[in-house]
């Protein structure tokens, strides 16, 4: 589209997107400091290395009880979630799909390296100063990429993909030291993340989000809405996050008991949420109709709430009551808050993140500590309920009510460091270094992407006055307006266009 | 397109689609039901208990050899062929994505619900009144919404969502019952249900088309194909189905060989269709060239037809011959079955699911009776015989050749249920309370969903006499006909529309 | 399109690219044959037979040691890849998305069974002649068949259906040959297939390619470029290759840590691919716009690089930098390399297999024959050294170096097995009876698929002279020209068409 790109490139003058050194700088840099620390630093645990056959017969073990049995299937699944999941659900703009889909694979890529070391440093390092990574490491990279990709949801078209590495970069680091506090510290549970990965990463993207405020973003209000295709695109998303919620949720669960039940609990939390969705969406519109915004989204909320919960004797009612008010809130969220929060608190959440993992995080994370705090040895019997809030070493004198105090505190630290830690990362997101692309530009992959010409016929966007369509030969756009037939030449190789008025022939 | 929204709200006035309130009911109440019916019945089983631990040391078993681990990947694989399978599956019509991708989410989370309970209290119930569930109850549940849906084929784009729901709730009920006389009763063997999933499925939908048949249907003829991406969305279906079949008939085989053997299977069975179908799509068209209706369904009619059998010594050229057979079948059924059940029998069936479901369920029980019926000590050894068919208790003299005449038993049952419960709830979804759509709104996502407006330039589908094209800006509906510029000014705030006839500047 | 078909048919009778008898007659053929074949030669292995009730107890095993559950979940991520994985990366192309997805499905379907017999006897054939398959054989066939889905990346838009069944079927043949010769006869190994799969399937690939050069093929190049959508599916393809490529690498491995660690390798390295690829995409072209073909392929180049080595301790630095180079590599090779083989050098590669499989396969075996020449016993263990390198039987007193030059002279066997067996069945492809499309009739799904009529107007690409653009009623197309408006009613019954020009009425 030769002489709109001449067009567009005129009106970006104002703004530079131009991350034709940046980009790259970044990624070299970045690609090359992790080699240098992943060879200082990172080894095989005894699961992967070479001596298993040796520590195996030492330890009277099959290979079948090799960890990675018991939880490669669910890492895969939770793999699919990252990057087909939250990939394809941010697919649903009509000219931002390459920029959904592109970006969530580039910050995923490189945000499961740095999780692994900060992660490893926190967590896993030996006595020998190395970390040692198995399965569970490479699940819990996936987990920690997933705060960022939720934080990115509340930022979609709006940012460039320089700013989206940094913002991955601190939230990762972020992540680390949050989950460190909570869990180890803490001793709080939270299996499914609904605290360290939702309510963490949802706070932390609207935080970055209203540092980010823009006030002329209606400017590409032209391009903020789907278009069919690109909606049927997203539910591919939607649809492969809540079949494998189960999977996510019960990832890294104690072995037996614990992913079995965590599966269940998330399976019938996620069925009760799409009932109530469909209800809410369906009563607030005209004619009942359902919106594919909440069906793409707050069908998800259930699996989310269910996080901190998961592995805890819920039972199977309390599993559906938690997914039937959190398909409520959740499509609720995206009728009024969030137009009210654009309103009125300057956040500009593309995704609806807080409907969808913010809020139901909260929910999750209150959900968790009212039942730990609940438990007793009649439910779970005494060995399970050690097993099951891991009541051991230090720990072995805790009861189930401190549990819960515990569960909460844990609670206010994801809040806490979700925005705090996004406002400083929004303030340094806002220095005029990063690529951003103008008002006008946003949601637009032409900003940062090759997108092909398209061939059909398509009513120009730069229509003013009396252009009606125009439409693109290899070396010409014909612009057909309502009384003359332009030719407007733009020769491929950047020399001067020429133009043509052939409205002559058509009279 | 506020222009076209009046004029087809204007023609919807004779019928009315508006499930404003009647939706939101039935999801809320059921929803609600369903939480009190499991908080009285519904239990962890001992695998999913907290008291595992324990069990677990009593009965001398390691963490490794809980059910969760033999089902969990193939519950995942059956997960996605309901959800992405035959949600996608359906998004082959060009204006019915979203009703076929997300109807089928509504139901299936629905089913789900209501199969575990009813399953459950024919199979599952405890001393004490309780369904324990687990892993395979999540299986069982996902195979008995699977019966549902195949039943939604028929109807895809012709039933309201609140159809949809009475549909699956009397899908389920009838299939809890038919599941049990066939397996519990009959003592029939059907590991991937091609009688009890496929042939009830299919019949059961096929009669309620036949109760809801619309004679005017050709109406709506415009909307009844497919577009270049659909077809290409539906492939995502087909290929997910296609893939995780040997999963789907592999489930809840028998530990072991079992499981093993049914995957092997279904694996040969699939591929031989694949070929077959290939061959007479091209015979029977015009110059050899594919038609993607047969590549999209029939190709998967192997799967159907090694249901019964796949746990069965079918030996690997007994799967290719059954796939052999099963894609010509299918393939000529496309071809000549269904234009003659739609003139003649008044049978509408959208998906083709008499081609795909029903005749190679069939196949698949026939299959299943011989196999059994030819079962020999030799083949499967003596314990392996016993194993395989679960000559046990109370069928502990039984020998394969009664066998074979329970497996045609079973096969009748199907049958009935399906052909007899259809004709019923048929007329129950005859009433005039559904909010079902006119005969020229089928297939069309305008009546229930909130459809993203197009800005691309489109040919109105209203076109009627000079109206060559029309397109939309933010507040006016801009129509070219051959001779007249046409503005029609319909603001979004429902106000009267205004009209003005540019033709002057035209000349 | 009644009328443009006309015109195409009439174009296309230079060429014959009716299939309506060949490809059936194939179909049918071979699928018979199979069936022939496997009833003399297929039976189920002890894991899979219903003897294995008997063989457990013998071999004192539980049922969680049955292969099938080392192996299923793996298998079913393979499926994955082959399926839809290779078949949606080949939707890109904006009119040959039903060849991509379709044809890839038909061939790999035909494959696997030909790889089942070809693989069967050369690795598994029994002493009574029977080959005896398990879970295992299924992985195999799989990757046997990826080698020719790789080659029709080369050939994609370009050949005819059948031809495609024959390249497979030599495709299939060449390739146990290769691997017996490899993998058996010189012991060298390749878990993941770098040489054995990717280095064979792409230079295959190319030299067929070569020998089917089309001097002409820019008449076709208004259909070479994708649109914004199908690069959205090809998205599909990419991140399910992507995510299940360590899946890929382990299926095969070793029970126990060499599933483990090559799960691990295979992850990291695909992560840096990632990083490397955006950053060249970014460096070479205009204002650092990233390109989806960059994005689509060189990420996946880390996987194929790894296959070789993914089993041996390559420690996760070792990963890093295999990946981050591999990225560089094959971003280069696009943009470079692809332009100048088809100018210079007659290869045409429609996917640019060259840079994603040909050149990383060759990188991953020098990678795998150096990380194998300097293994040691302080890093493997002594019994991990023979346990990962299979030092048993006849080569049990080999060493790590020697080992090493087993592994370069696989690499060799597999460049000379795809070059020379590309260039063999290139020639036979050459002969004028396959029904291969017409230089301009390329890239175009018209040829051998029923392509749904668009109802939406697009500008008819037959555009001579003055013909703006033309769209499709029930019975007619309507031409709008500059200064005409053409009615051309072409009934659906094939009688002559009728001509009409209204342009009167424009006036």
Redesign the interface.
Known sequence: MGACQSFREMCDREKN?????????V??V???A???L??VF???DH????????H?KHSNL?????????R???F??V??MI??GF??LM?FL??Y??GG??FN??IA??G??WALLMQGWFHWLDADGKIR???EN?INADFCVAGCLIAYGALLGKVS?VQLMVLTLFGITLFAVEEFIIISVIHARDAGGSMVIHTFGGYYGLSVSWMLYRPNLHQSS?LQ?????????A??GT??L???W??FNSAICD???G???A??NT??C???????T???S??F?K??????VH?QNS?LAGGVAAGTAAEF?L???GC??VG?CCGIISTLGYIFLTPFMEKHLKIQDTCGIHNLHAMPGVVGGIVGAITAASASIE???H???V??FDFMDKFKDMVPTTQGGHQAAGLCVALCFGIGGGIIVGAILRLPIWGDPADDNCFDDE?????????????TFI?RG?V??S?QTNDAV?A?C??R?YCIQSPLDGSTAQFWD?SH???
Chains 1, 2, 3 share one sequence.
């Open positions: 997107t131009n991350v034709h050194l940046s980009l790259p700088a990624c070299i970045w690609q090359t992790m080699i240098i992943f060879g990172m080894r095989y699961e992967s290395d070479a001596h298993w056959v040796e195996r099959t290979d079948i009880e090799n960890d990675f049995y018991f490669y299937p669910s895969q699944d793999h699919v990057f087909v990939g394809f697919t009509k000219r799909s390459f889909v592109g694979f580039l890529a490189f499961l390296q990574i198995g399965i490479l993909p032209r809405g789907s278009v069919y295709h690109s909606d049927v695109f539910m591919i649809l492969f809540w079949m494998f189960p999977s072995h037996g008991d992913q079995h039940r599966a269940i399976y019938l996620l069925a009760s949420t799409v009932l109530t469909v209800a809410i369906s009563l519109q004619h009942g109709k359902l919106d594919m069906i069908t004797m039972m199977p009612y559906l009551i039937f439910v779970y019997g060995e399970g309920l097993n099951t900003t940062y992407w090759e997108v092909p010409e398209e061939e059909e016929m398509s009513p229509c009396f009606l369509f439409y014909i057909f309502c009384s037939l052939y022939i058509l009279m």
